[in-house]
């Protein structure tokens, strides 16, 4: 009596250790979408196994593969949330009055805000360099957004409102090389905001650029 109570109270035990197993919080796909950006960003998209990701979840791959496909899959959702981002800043273009030099500071203000609010997101876009067609169709995007701000650029050089003397699309990739560049320093919950850091952005760039 006393071995069966025993090997039931194993059974109860195991019972029970399956049961605190299976309590373990989960991840969706969101958080396991954020947790893959991070090592991403550490130790870059090539040197970042399907393992690694499944350690660093604490879960199995099946786990993850229950929510994508894969890592390109992951790569494909974390720079279309940079990239949607700035494209819905060109979708709010034609609402914002005055001239095209207004829009392209709106665009480049706006730029700030979306690099300040998924600021993983954004730096692990500006480091893809076309090596999988995931990466590929991420820098034509890119270029698509550049040839927008070089447009604007033109068209405010036309109006008279900002210096011809220098090739609309080198000052487009100057504007955006600094706002880029926020990647490479900034960090939330710093001594400077995202509004502040838009307006500081905004008054190097416009007051150098502006005739006026």
């Known amino acids: ?7 039931q109270g194993d059974r109860t035990a195991t019972a029970g250790a399956g049961r605190s197993r299976r309590g373990r919080p989960g991840h969706d796909r969101e958080s396991l ?14 040197g970042t196994s399907m393992d690694d990701l499944a ?12 929510h994508v496909s894969g890592k390109q899959e992951l790569l494909r959702l ?10 819905a800043l060109v979708d709010e273009l034609d609402t914002v009055p005055g001239r095209a030099v207004d829009r392209l500071e709106h665009l480049v203000r706006g730029s700030v805000t979306v690099l300040v609010d998924r ?10 360099r076309g090596n999988t ?8 995007r890119r270029r698509e957004f550049d040839r927008i701000v070089a447009g604007l650029v033109a068209e405010a050089v036309a109006d008279g409102d900002l210096r011809g003397d220098v090739d609309p699309a080198t000052t487009a990739r100057l504007l955006f090389g600094m706002v880029n560049s926020l ?3 900034y960090r939330p919950h710093g001594h400077i ?20």
């Open 1 to 7: 009596m006393a071995e069966g109570r025993g090997r």
């Open 33 to 46: 979408l954020r947790i893959a950006v991070g090592l991403f960003n550490e130790r870059g998209f090539d």
């Open 55 to 66: 350690r660093e979840l604490g879960v199995t791959k099946a786990a993850i593969y229950h």
């Open 183 to 185: 990647i490479e320093w």
């Open 78 to 87: 974390a720079v279309d949330r940079a990239l949607d981002g700035l494209f």
């Open 119 to 128: 600021l993983p997101y954004v730096t692990l876009l500006l480091r893809v």
């Open 133 to 140: 067609p995931v990466e590929r169709d991420a820098l034509e």
């Open 193 to 212: 905001g995202g509004p502040d850091l838009a307006d500081a952005v905004a008054t190097v760039a416009f007051d150098g650029l502006r005739t006026t």
